[in-house]
């Protein structure tokens, strides 16, 4: 079973705006990850953010974790066509691995 | 490149034939992981080695799909008699920690049973 659930499941905005994708998860955490994937091919880690943090940046990315609510978020700033994937966040839930969402399929138009 | 490559990059085979995938992980990294994807999900875990021990195996993984990582280095994925529910893409990542931290993803294998 999946312990990360992404919301919305897809998502379309103009370029230039920004975008802001959630991960909701069941079960406790000591990290969790967002990647990236591009259609049809493999994954690209973007950023980790441990169960002691509350923000973290990279670029123009902005996440956020609030273990209270067992959430998290996903900005992605001024974004560009090249942004346009699918975006999961991933939990260590699963002990020595990690565990995936569906996911949110990010649509940017020109 | 220093990525983690997998081959084939394609598969169509018929029904009932047999498949084998390898990965070639970062040289450094000591765990390697199988997961597999359909479209629209995110990847599902399918098993996964520390050195060459294969450690963990998920419930999806039927007895017809083994896994080797022989001398702890590249890794194989195989599948016997293939079903046509076994069309996916199969992705194979590698990581340095042994903690469930950054995973670095081959493009993955899609594998396509007729």
């Known amino acids: 079973s999946q312990q990360g659930e992404e919301d919305p499941q897809a998502l379309s905005i103009q370029e230039g705006e920004n975008a802001t994708m959630n991960c909701s998860y069941k079960t406790s955490i000591n990290n969790l990850q967002w990647y990236r994937q591009n259609s049809g091919r493999g994954l690209v880690h973007l950023i980790l953010i441990r169960s002691n943090e509350r923000e973290k940046h990279s670029g123009r990315l902005r996440v956020t974790l609030d273990t209270s609510k067992k959430s998290s978020s996903l900005l992605i700033t001024a974004s560009r066509a090249a942004d346009t994937a699918s975006y999961f966040c991933?939990?260590?839930?699963?002990?020595?691995?990690?565990?995936f969402g569906k996911g949110t399929r990010l649509h940017i138009l020109p | 490149d220093t990525g983690v490559s997998q081959n084939p990059r394609h598969k169509i085979t018929k029904r009932g034939q047999n498949v084998t995938f390898r990965c070639d992980p970062i040289s450094e990294h000591n765990r390697l992981y199988w997961y597999r994807q359909t479209l629209g999900q995110g990847p599902e875990f399918l098993t996964y080695?520390?050195?060459?021990?294969?450690?963990?195996k998920s419930r999806l993984l039927s007895d017809r799909f083994s896994a080797e990582r022989p001398k702890g280095s590249f890794s194989t994925l195989e599948i016997q008699r293939t079903e046509q529910g076994d069309s996916a893409m199969y992705l194979c990542?590698?990581?340095?920690?042994?903690?469930?931290?950054?995973?670095?993803f081959g493009p993955g294998t899609r594998l396509t049973v007729l």
């Open positions: 080695f520390q050195n060459e021990a294969q450690l963990e």
């Open positions: 991933a939990t260590d839930a699963g002990g020595d691995k990690i565990i």
């Open positions: 990542a590698s990581s340095l920690s042994t903690k469930a931290d950054t995973q670095y």
